[in-house]
């Protein structure tokens, strides 16, 4: 093998145990370390070469689950152009911000990046207004962070460490308790952060806004809409991250972020346009789902978990289809029948 000048071999043989031993003098005190890992619902023998985090992620990215996010809606249902996020782009945007702050904060990459890639994998089919057309047809609220694990647990099991499953459940600032490593927080300002700038981007892009449309109060912090306002709060929570001890962000910058969501939900989200689109969305994911739970031998094996009567069955079913599929299926079993 080719040796460089120092006699050293060309490429190295770094097995999982050199990784680790990296990760206990590499990462920050703070960090969540892959040896330190609660483990799997079900034990299976280590991996030669890659950590548990490592593993973890990789199964996500190879998962069917992760492959149709490339055709589920963020914002825009079925946008005319090539350059409008998926929830598939969101992802990765997501991954490379949490990876960037983790990497700044000495903390664990892999688990940044795994709950990162998996924080979206329980989406229901038109972004969501999917989570409020499932919503009827379960105890309390359907969410897509909660389906998320029973799409990586009994779907489509992955047999993730407690650690990324944590992550993908608490991944909605609504669920709490929040995650409990630190990686976990990192995902939930990573999501925010992405959407907000790549939001904004595909509503000027739509003729839904103008930049000049963005109100001075968050310009004035996070500078012009797009990609400076990932630069901004990405560096805002770096910061305040490293003084305080803990993945947060400066209260009065974190209040300025929770405005512009607040902002962007009514000239955005919720605007006359988008509650027109929904309520068409909404009708085509319950519709699905009852005829679904009339006609169970319908509902294909690869959607029917062991625990799942013939309604659970339907949910599940009519939340792993994307978009397109979601209005092929309807298509197919209403509009000969006249229902729009």
Not at 68 to 75: G, S
């Amino acid at each position: 093998m080719t040796r460089d000048a120092d006699d050293r071999p060309a490429l190295f043989d770094r097995r999982r145990g050199d990784r680790e031993i990296e990760e206990a003098s590499r990462l920050a005190p703070a960090a969540t370390r892959a040896v330190e890992s609660r483990g799997r619902a079900r034990a299976e023998p280590a991996d030669p070469y890659r950590t548990a985090f490592e593993r973890d992620r990789d199964r996500i990215l190879h998962s069917k689950a992760f492959r149709r996010l490339k055709h589920k809606t963020q914002v825009f249902l079925n946008p005319d152009g090539d350059h409008y996020v998926t929830r598939l782009t969101h992802t990765l945007n997501v991954a490379q911000v949490g990876r960037s702050i983790a990497v700044a904060l000495g903390l664990n990459e892999p688990l940044t990046e795994a709950i990162c890639l998996g924080h979206d994998i329980g989406h229901a089919p038109f972004g969501h207004t999917g989570e409020e057309a499932l919503t009827p047809y379960v105890d309390g609220e359907w969410q897509h962070a909660i389906h998320g694990v029973r799409v990586v647990e009994e779907l489509e099991p992955l047999n993730l460490t407690v650690e990324v499953l944590d992550g993908i459940r608490q991944s909605s600032w609504r669920n709490d308790p929040p995650p409990f490593t630190p990686e976990g927080w990192v995902c939930r300002y990573a999501d925010r952060i992405a959407y907000l700038a790549h939001d904004v981007q595909d509503a000027v892009r739509a003729g839904v806004l103008t930049v000049d449309d963005v109100p001075a109060r968050f310009t004035a912090v996070f500078g012009p809409p797009g990609p400076a306002w990932i630069d901004a709060m990405v560096g805002e929570v770096i910061a305040a991250s490293r003084q305080a001890g803990e993945v947060t962000m400066h209260p009065e910058r974190r209040e300025v972020m929770h405005q512009l969501r607040t902002w962007m939900f009514d000239r955005v989200y919720l605007r006359e346009e988008a509650r027109r689109q929904s309520q068409r969305a909404v009708r085509v994911i319950q519709d699905l789902v009852e005829w679904f739970a009339a006609n169970p031998g319908e509902v294909p094996v690869a959607s029917r978990a062991a625990d799942a009567d013939d309604l659970q069955a339907a949910v599940d079913h009519v939340a792993g289809m994307t978009d397109q599929y979601a209005i092929r299926a309807h298509d197919e079993r209403f509009r000969p029948a006249g229902l729009y």
